[in-house]
């Protein structure tokens, strides 16, 4: 007979020492993904109001007709896709304008509001090699002036019906 090593059938019952290491490095990381994807969210959120859909536009609105409304999309780093709205902003009144903030409603089927979002209008200030925004305060409208503007929307409700939104002037700053 062989006095080879001894082979064991059943586990012996010394206790292992678990290595916990690898499982808090995993659970931190998740934690770490699942913090920077729900600060990214609230930051895109951050900036976005709104306001009633029964709030009167601003008096001097009648002095800024907007026209030539243009939309267009692309999609994002995230793979998501934002929606852009172009159009001409001419200043018919007497006043130099420093800020204007718009509401942009889009309808659903129904032409109930699937989406109310109030915004600064952002004027824009080159279009070559890419479009390149700026605020109203940094490039004043004086009467007379005609300036493309372009408003960004991360996100569109999937109940929209796919028409031009409607926008509302609701605040104006000028001098």
């Not at 007979?1 to 290595?19: C, D, F, H, I, Q």
């Not at 902003?89 to 699937?114: H, P, S, Y």
Request: proline share 7%; charged share 20%.
């Amino acid at each position: 007979m062989s006095t080879g090593p001894k082979l064991e059938l059943v586990p012996s019952a010394e206790k292992r020492e678990r290595n916990w290491l690898p499982l808090a490095i995993a659970a931190a990381a998740v934690l770490v993904v699942a913090g920077v994807a729900v600060f990214m969210l609230e930051h895109g959120r951050r900036g976005v109001q709104v306001t009633p859909v029964s709030a009167a536009p601003d008096p001097y609105a009648a002095s800024l007709p907007i026209s030539g409304l243009v939309m267009s999309e692309s999609a994002n780093l995230a793979g998501g896709k934002v929606t852009y709205l172009d159009g001409q902003i001419t200043n018919a009144g007497n006043r130099t304008v420093t800020g204007v903030t718009v509401q942009v409603l889009f309808r659903d089927a129904a032409k109930e509001v699937a989406q109310n979002e109030t915004l600064a209008m952002k004027l824009i200030r080159t279009r070559d090699p890419y479009v390149d925004v700026e605020p109203v305060s940094a490039a004043p409208l004086k009467p007379g002036d005609v300036r493309d503007f372009r408003l960004i929307f991360d996100a569109v409700s999937p109940s929209w019906d796919g028409a031009y939104p409607q926008v509302r002037i609701v605040h104006v700053a000028a001098e």
